[in-house]
Nanobody, 131 residues
Framework: VQLVESGGGSVQPGDSLRLSCAASGFTSGFTLDDYAIAWFRQIPGKRREGVACISRTESGGSSYYVDSVKGRFVISKDNAKNELYLQMNSLKPEDTAVYYC???????????????????WGQGTQVTVSS
């Protein structure tokens, strides 16, 4: 499985960005609905943190957001394109990080008292928010 992020860049506080993650290599007939999918971010020198995720459709397909992005970020997917998105609005300097998309074939829930481990990762895309 290959995940490729795009859409990062440098913006000013209050601006918006939309990250995309193109997924390929799934078993024939499988779509993003069949996996727990998520966006993580990492600041140099800090642990990678989960930002938002969507559980498998068979597990309800619910979304989860960490408090710091709730109301500002929206995670979505397009099964026909096998693409995952993160719409980021009202960006703040503290949102500056490398953003990664992730997927996993074993997790039924994308978040369960914490983000579980994910097997598949993209290479990351840099988001910089600065005035």
């Amino acid at each position: 499985v290959q995940l490729v992020e795009s859409g990062g860049g440098s913006v000013q506080p209050g601006d918006s960005l939309r990250l995309s993650c193109a997924a390929s290599g799934f078993t024939s007939g499988f779509t993003l609905d069949d996996y727990a999918i998520a966006w993580f971010r990492q600041i140099p020198g800090k642990r990678r943190e989960g930002v938002a995720c969507i559980s498998r459709t068979e597990s309800g397909g619910s979304s989860y957001y960490v408090d710091s992005v709730k109301g500002r970020f929206v995670i979505s997917k397009d099964n026909a394109k096998n693409e995952l998105y993160l719409q980021m609005n009202s960006l703040k300097p503290e949102d500056t990080a490398v953003y990664y998309c992730a997927a996993d074939p074993s997790n039924y829930y994308c978040y369960d008292n914490g983000f579980p481990s994910y097997d598949w990762w993209g290479q990351g895309t840099q988001v910089t928010v600065s005035s």
